[in-house]
């Protein structure tokens, strides 16, 4: 099946570190990947959507100079935490919709257990 | 109003019983609907992926869509412990690309 990885999985750093996130569909090309935030025990809350070759989309109240997105190519799209503090510790996720196939559905990542001291 | 609603449980059940989960929805513009596994502390896991009324089968998994009624079923048959995990409902608009509209979860539990 499709298979999207997703590195680190666990970050611990100190406050004002920036830590990027990567995100990669392994076996096929997505034109479109969506970062997700999580807290514990609630859904997933989309972020932003990342078109690649050009900006992403940002959900209202994502601020989009603190969380930078690329997608450079057709399987890798990162999310950089910039100045990092305590209050963006939390549990990030990524997806990808594999671009053949009108039905496609979205495949996620492991996630990335980010941890700001 | 949520546009879609999950009891978010927790549901917890005696191994090889019959488990049923279920989503409403508010949006008659839904028209793909996805369910995911999630375990503790890793990323959904595609289990159906359904976007016509009526049922779909996989294994142990029937996913159940009735758009009149805007409800959507999951079903385990024969449940397992390794069945344990948050159970998460999702649904889009349209085919490329669109965001997708969670439920809020349940938390399933195979007691064995």
């Known amino acids: 099946g499709a298979v999207v990885s997703q590195h680190p999985s666990r970050v611990i750093c100190k406050s004002g570190t920036s830590v990027k996130i990567e995100c990669r569909s392994l076996?096929?090309?997505?034109?479109?990947m969506f970062w997700y935030r999580q807290f514990p025990k609630q859904s997933l809350m989309l972020m932003a959507t990342?078109?690649?070759?050009?900006?992403?989309?940002?959900e209202q109240g994502v601020e989009k100079d603190k969380f930078l997105i690329n997608h450079a190519s057709l399987t890798l799209s990162t999310l950089t935490v910039t100045s990092a503090h305590p209050e963006d510790s939390s549990f990030y996720i990524c997806?990808?919709?594999?671009?053949?196939?009108?039905?496609?559905?979205?495949?996620f990542g492991d996630g990335t257990r980010l941890s700001i001291l | 109003q949520k546009e879609v609603e999950q009891d978010p449980g927790p549901l917890s059940v005696p191994e090889g019983a019959i488990v049923s989960l279920n989503c409403t929805y508010s949006?008659?513009?839904?028209?793909?609907f996805m369910w995911y596994r999630q375990y503790s502390r890793k990323g959904p896991e595609l289990l159906m992926y359904?976007?016509?009324?009526g049922n779909k089968e996989d294994g142990r998994f029937t996913a159940q869509v009735d758009k009149s009624s805007k409800y959507i079923s999951l079903f385990i048959r024969d449940s397992q412990p390794s069945d344990s995990a948050t159970y998460l409902c999702?649904?889009?608009?349209?085919?490329?690309?669109?965001?997708?509209?969670f439920g809020e979860g349940t938390q399933l539990t195979v007691n064995p």
């Open positions: 949006n008659s513009a839904f028209q793909y």
């Open positions: 359904t976007y016509s009324s």
């Open positions: 997806s990808a919709r594999d671009r053949r196939g009108q039905l496609a559905p979205q495949h």
């Open positions: 990342s078109n690649e070759g050009s900006k992403a989309t940002y």
């Open positions: 999702a649904m889009n608009r349209e085919t490329s690309g669109s965001r997708l509209t």
């Open positions: 076996d096929f090309q997505a034109t479109t």
